[in-house]
């Protein structure tokens, strides 16, 4: 009597679609926190450079106070979980230096993962 392979093939059949699953969905979780944090790299550089130039019209005035005003007017154009302004400083009298903070969370209602990332930018 000949013993049948099918239940043994069916068992790796479904262990594989599983694996590949995983791996689908933790590569679509990567791609989209690493366009995240490029979108913040990108408003966090274009943040500081207005920054920058409100404070070149506006010599010797407080960095923090622009920082803010300029926070008001574009925050609502963008759709950051959780901004924050972490830092804003004026280095060597002329390097405008901000940090922002993001918490990013997967677009899988199956994974739950999340994250605050911060970025830095200078303008100089």
């Not at 901004?83 to 390097?95: A, D, K, M, N």
Request: hydrophobic share 50%; proline share 2%.
């Amino acid at each position: 009597m000949v013993s049948s392979e099918k239940g043994s093939a069916l068992i790796w059949f479904v262990f594989l679609v599983a694996i590949l699953c995983l791996v689908v969905l933790t590569l679509a979780s990567a791609v989209h926190q690493y366009l995240f944090a490029r979108e913040l790299i990108d408003f966090t550089e274009q943040f500081a450079l207005g920054v920058k130039t409100r404070y070149q019209l506006q010599p010797g005035s407080n960095i923090s106070p622009l920082a803010s005003s300029l926070l008001q007017e574009v925050a609502s154009q963008y759709s950051f979980s959780s901004l924050q302004l972490r830092q804003v400083s004026l280095e060597t009298g002329e390097t405008v230096r901000v940090i922002f903070c993001a918490k990013w969370e997967s677009p899988i209602a199956s994974v739950s993962a999340s994250r605050t990332i911060c970025e830095v930018a200078l303008a100089r």
